[in-house]
């Protein structure tokens, strides 16, 4: 039998898949009322993930290993769900369009159906771990991985809308998108919050490294996994600023910048192997 | 010939190609692609290991372009030279004309910038310049910022900003990268980084430096005075902790009894960091010795089989080792000759310290178990460069966050008496930054100094 905050994080697993199915089906239905149901279903979410990582929190003190509920490949995963589902429902909330939903929350939504695939006891921390570090480095990366989420989210609704015509588009799911003028913005703010929470981890991380091996930067893939992030959103924004790079372009790039998230986070401890290889 | 004036000179060509932003966004992706094959090939390993993995042809290619160790490669650095160049090249173009910009802002709102500026708004209103000017400065001033008065040719100006130094954001960030190359730099130069492994009871005063075979000097003696592994309940590993001393001129200067990960020693610059550890061979068997009368004799460490001698008394040695002896738990068989008599042979049992009385010898042997001997592994580095890197990061943080969430904010308004004898109003506002908040911004500006003729 699995311990609460693990019921509660499958009970978030089962929140998210029906916002998501609202939301598309708003989409589909061109029914308001659904979408408006997806968002208090994600509100739901927030709150009982929240309490998830509370009691969780809480659980390891009971068990004598006290520690923030961020250290293992489970941990991460469901707070890199709850990042995104709070930065989608600020930005719902900010730009008043449902729409955003059916691309973004699916993501949150998968994280976690992976997240249910593997183990989720908590275990101690190993030596390694046990650092103050640990806090502002993890905390930073997934904020900032979140964000990434969501822009690659609304650039893919731009892609869609702008292949069909743009803003002539009249009836239809893509009628239902903010206008490309609107998602386009969003793709670059998103990013413009990522950047320096990525950069923050980076650097936590290069102090981390410091304090625990003598050496800030050793070329390990996960660290140049997150240099090679870096690097694609720091192009992404030197087109954007200075070249005028929007709509298409920025998209694509966009969405080539979370995939390299993605590989940084999961690809390098599944697929490589390195300094990083207990999960996080 | 008829061209000369016209074509850029060499110099100028080379100029222009590096402070081209497309050269700096080819420059990132390349980089950004060429670090993934280091990610991909194991870095830094044996050869054999190599020549294992790859076919002969690929092994002799990927050797070739220094695929093995890549970061460090000649055409790795290359590329960082380009983009630091590139980047120090762009800085030096444009950061002159932003000063100016910022330094001499343009005050006027002429037609040109009034045709230029995103948001404007315009309105009549009964009265003179001289005597609505200082009431919208005020205006301005409540509703935005401390307005610049500008007069000439019957019209006033006022010209108001904010978060000018969102204009400085890119370039405090290209400046922290420079510092931070070279802090790394420094650190490569003028640092090492080695390791050292140390045995229980045993002191070293130089460590091999990685990646070569020179051996690197400390300058004093570092000396491991044990090392313990403590586990979780469950028995996973909890912490590394080494007990090391450090000793100068003879002297212990410096001791650091719980060195763990995350928590290094250092001294005179020299970093210890937990890193590994490991059995360095050889068991002891650790024995207290007291005097009949119960005062402490010492407590000994004997090796197998060597005797130890014990001042005015003889010797004693271990010779057999029992894990469970006659239902009791652990104990030591041990020899103890005194001069002039026969050796004596027993058992003395862990946990069982008043055992050996009944022997009424002058001397009381107590068994405390056995010791393996440890050594623990340090990671070993001297950085003259880190903080140097520390401060480029913390630059690269507040640059980016002035690049990012500050806004160049400017407010023209521009009053002049039109033909028709009424008052002509123009305001107008710009931001270099979330153009999207600044027009929300802009309505309020435009409904806060509306107020003041109404």
């Known amino acids: 039998m699995n311990t609460l905050n693990v019921q509660l994080f499958d009970l978030t697993t089962f929140l998210f898949g029906t916002a998501t199915g609202s939301y598309i089906a708003a989409l589909y239905g061109k029914k308001e009322f659904l979408a408006r149901i997806g968002t208090w279903i994600c509100a739901a979410a927030a709150i009982v993930s929240t309490a998830a990582i509370g009691i969780r929190w809480i659980e390891s003190y009971r068990m004598g290993i006290g520690r923030i509920p961020v250290t293992n490949l489970y941990e991460s995963l469901v707070f890199f769900a709850w990042s995104i589902n709070l930065f989608y429902l600020f930005v719902e909330r900010k730009y008043g369009s449902r729409s955003f939903g059916a691309f973004v929350v699916p993501i949150a939504f998968f994280t976690m159906v992976f997240a249910f695939t593997i183990e989720s006891g908590i275990q101690p921390l190993v030596p390694a771990l046990q650092s103050y570090w640990l806090h502002a480095h993890v905390i930073t990366c997934f904020a900032g991985y979140a964000a990434f989420a969501v822009s690659a989210g609304v650039a893919v609704m731009y892609l869609l809308k702008e292949r069909r015509g743009g803003d002539k588009v009249t009836g239809g799911v893509l009628a239902l998108f903010p206008d490309t003028k609107v998602l386009d913005d969003l793709v670059y703010r998103a990013i413009a919050w990522g950047f320096p929470l990525l950069t923050a981890g980076i650097i936590t991380g290069a102090a981390w490294a410091n304090f625990a091996w003598g050496t800030y930067w050793s070329w390990d893939p996960k660290e140049t996994w997150s240099l090679i992030v870096w690097l694609v959103y720091a192009a992404f924004l030197h087109a954007r600023i200075t070249r005028g790079w929007h709509g298409r372009r920025a998209a694509v790039l966009s969405i080539a910048g979370f995939a390299a998230t993605i590989f940084c986070y999961l690809g390098v401890n599944l697929v490589l192997s390195g300094l990083h290889s207990y999960g996080g | ?454």
């Open chain 2, 1 to 454: 010939m008829t061209t000369e004036k016209s074509a850029p000179s060499p110099m100028d060509r080379v100029w222009n190609f590096f402070i081209s932003v497309k050269v700096a966004i080819f420059t990132l992706i390349i980089l950004a692609v060429a670090s993934i094959f280091g990610t991909i090939v194991e870095q830094n390993q044996p050869l054999e290991k190599y020549h294992e993995i790859y076919e002969d042809w690929a092994f002799a290619l990927m050797d070739r372009i220094n695929l093995f160790d890549m970061y460090h490669s000649w055409w790795f650095l290359a590329l960082l030279v380009l983009f630091t160049v590139n980047l120090t090249c762009c800085t030096i173009d444009r950061f002159p004309k932003v000063l100016k910009v910022v330094r001499n802002p343009r005050t006027k709102l002429d037609e040109g910038l009034e045709k230029s500026v995103s948001l404007s708004d315009r309105w009549k209103k009964k009265g003179t310049v001289s005597e609505w000017a200082p009431r919208y400065a005020e205006a301005l001033a409540s509703a935005f910022s401390k307005p610049r008065v500008t007069e000439g040719d019957g019209e006033v100006h006022l010209y108001a900003e904010t978060g000018v130094a969102s204009r400085f954001g890119v370039y405090v960030t290209h400046l922290s990268i420079i510092i931070i190359f070279i802090g790394a730099i420094v650190g490569n130069v003028a640092g090492f980084k080695g390791y050292v492994n140390i045995p229980e009871g045993e002191s070293v005063s130089s460590v091999a430096v990685r990646g070569g075979s020179r051996m690197q000097d400390l300058g004093f003696t570092l000396r491991c005075n044990s090392f313990r592994v403590d586990t979780y309940p469950n028995g996973q590993p909890k912490a590394y902790v080494s007990d090391l001393s450090v000793i100068e001129g003879g002297r212990e200067v410096l001791r650091k009894k719980d060195v763990v990960v995350n928590d290094p020693l250092q001294y005179k610059g020299i970093w210890f960091y937990q890193s590994s550890y490991g059995d360095a061979g050889g068991t002891t068997a650790r024995v207290a010795a007291r005097r009949s009368d119960g005062t402490p004799a010492g407590s000994l460490s004997l090796p197998p089989n060597e005797p130890f001698f014990i001042e005015g008394y003889g010797s004693i040695r271990g010779v057999n080792y029992d894990r469970n002896f006659q239902g009791n738990g652990p104990a030591l068989q041990v020899v103890v000759e005194k001069p002039g008599k026969p050796a004596e042979n027993f058992w003395i049992v862990q946990g069982r310290p008043d055992l050996d009385r009944q022997r009424k010898d002058s001397m009381v042997f107590s068994f405390g178990g056995l010791n393996t001997k440890m050594f623990t592994g340090l990671q070993v580095a001297r950085d003259p460069g880190v903080n140097i890197v520390w401060v480029g990061c913390t630059l690269m943080v507040i640059g980016i966050i002035m690049a990012f969430f500050l806004s160049h904010q400017r407010v023209w308004l521009r009053l002049a008496q039109g033909p028709d004898g009424r008052l002509a109003v123009v305001l107008a506002g710009s931001a270099n930054r979330n153009r999207l908040a600044f027009e929300k911004k802009f309505e309020k500006i435009q409904t806060g100094v509306k107020a003041v003729a109404s």
